[in-house]
């Protein structure tokens, strides 16, 4: 079935560095892809998404490229806050057919950005 | 315009008990999701509506958990009866037209002791 790999964290930076966080996926058909973020204490948002191959999503200084040929959804950002600290899950969206549709979420990457 | 309201934001209870949580959609949402959060198994999907009629309870663990949504603007996911397994955060998530935009609550924070 559809699945969702992410790395597993803890990701512990320091301010101003450069974040990855890696995102592999496997689907049939044409997935849409998302990052959502966990701040401590709340639900999940929605940070960024793309819908099609090769399509970047960007939102609050973090980018995601749709890569099909490598099936990934890598997140970056180029230079981390510690307001940054959260936990980051990559999601896909797949139709299965018309009978059910729903988002398919990876275990999570937690964040922690040290001043 | 307010989120996705949630009560109670914590439950404590014994086992045995029944455990109500319920769940206020964002007005004109037609999505509405239920989730469990725990360390152990990460975020599970356990059931969604569209229009107010189930359409995916595969994640539902059990005959114990029960889901309703009688309106447009409120639902309710029932444990009953209530084992310390149990324990987790549970979200409830709205959306409009789609699944792909969903907007959690706060969640609900349940320990079954």
């Known amino acids: 079935g559809d699945s969702v790999t992410q790395m597993e964290g803890p990701v512990t930076l320091s301010e101003e560095a450069f974040l990855t966080i890696n995102c592999t996926y496997t689907a049939t058909g044409y997935p849409s892809l998302f990052w959502y973020v966990q701040y401590p204490g709340e639900g999940l948002q929605l940070l960024l998404k793309?819908?099609?191959?090769?399509d970047k999503g960007s939102n609050k200084g973090f980018e995601a490229t749709y890569r099909k040929e490598t099936t990934s959804f890598h997140l970056e950002k180029g230079s981390v806050q510690v307001s940054d600290s959260a936990v980051y899950f990559c999601a896909l969206s797949a139709n299965y057919g018309g009978a059910t549709n729903k988002l398919i979420f990876g275990t999570g990457t937690l964040l922690a950005v040290q001043p | 315009d307010a989120g996705v309201i949630q009560s109670p934001r914590h439950e404590v209870t014994e086992m045995g008990q029944e455990v109500t949580l319920r769940c206020k959609p964002i007005s004109g949402h037609d999505y509405l999701f239920w989730y469990r959060q725990t360390m152990m198994r990460g975020l599970e999907l356990l059931i969604y509506f569209n229009n107010n009629v189930p359409i995916d309870d595969s994640g539902m663990p059990e005959d114990r958990f029960s889901a309703k949504m009688p309106n447009a603007s409120f639902s309710t996911l029932k444990i009953q009866p209530s084992e310390p397994r149990d324990s987790a955060v549970y979200f409830c998530?709205?959306?409009?037209?789609?699944?792909?935009?969903?907007?959690f609550g706060p969640g609900t924070r349940l320990t079954v002791l």
């Open positions: 998530a709205s959306s409009f037209g789609t699944v792909d935009t969903q907007y």
């Open positions: 793309a819908t099609k191959a090769d």
